[in-house]
């Protein structure tokens, strides 16, 4: 009912910077709040970033201050600006969507840090 397409994952040296993009399609209609979330094999699922239909940002802790997240409602696509990138944050990051009450989840894109 809502697919994602994400891209910009990747190999980044410690200090570096990645952007990652989610476009979203299908049932759009609805879809208030998206972000992205990350998962480290063995450990639980995390939200780092999420957005309002209204542009309104919420952070994890561990981001603030590094991470921005953006959202163009007009292409349906959400933005994650990572700087001042740490080998903590090497992790499987995921797009997420919020419709109706139901969230639906992208394929995920490999982010990985080098030290």
């Known amino acids: 009912q809502v697919q994602f397409v994400e891209s910009g994952g990747g190999l980044v040296q410690a200090g570096g910077s990645l952007r990652l993009s989610c476009v979203i399609s299908?049932?759009?209609?609805?879809?208030?709040?998206i972000g992205w979330y990350r998962q480290v094999p063995g450990q639980q699922r995390e939200m780092v970033a999420t957005?309002?239909?209204?542009?309104?940002?919420s952070y994890a802790d561990s981001v603030k201050g590094r991470f921005a997240i953006t959202r163009d409602n007009a292409k349906n696509t959400v933005y994650l600006q990572m700087n001042s990138l740490k080998p903590e944050d090497t992790a499987v990051y995921y797009c997420?969507?919020?419709?109706?009450?139901?969230?639906?989840w992208g394929q995920g894109t490999q982010v990985t840090v080098s030290s």
């Open positions: 997420s969507a919020l419709r109706l009450g139901v969230r639906y």
């Open positions: 299908g049932r759009t209609l609805g879809v208030s709040v």
């Open positions: 957005v309002t239909k209204g542009g309104s940002p």
